[in-house]
């Protein structure tokens, strides 16, 4: 006899497969583990910055890492950790190259 499901258990099977299915319109960056994300203060926090600051650069720089929410696209975002990295990376790279004025 089959089980019904009880109303949070549905919940977070549908947002477990709204998850899924985020990550899999992302294949370049593969499956994020569960202890890799992180919430938008931690996230600030590894950065180096104010939650106000990182909001701010969320929107300023277009290559700056999606978020990953796991429950639908109104669910609390998550970041990447391996993915904030590469952003930082990237951004030091770039610096180191850019040409002397003067």
Known sequence: ????????????????T???MELANR?????????????????????????SGFY?????DEEFPKPIRLSG??????WAEDELDAF?????TAKSFTPASG
């Open 27 to 51: 294949p370049e960056e593969g499956l994020a583990p569960m202890s890799d994300l992180l919430s938008n203060s931690d996230a600030a926090r590894r950065l180096g910055m104010s939650l």
């Open 56 to 60: 701010r650069l969320q929107r300023a």
């Open 1 to 16: 006899m089959r089980r019904v499901l009880g109303r949070h258990e549905h919940q977070h099977r549908a947002a477990k």
């Open 73 to 78: 696209p109104r669910g609390k975002p998550q």
């Open 18 to 20: 709204y998850a899924m």
């Open 88 to 92: 930082v990376a990237r951004r030091r």
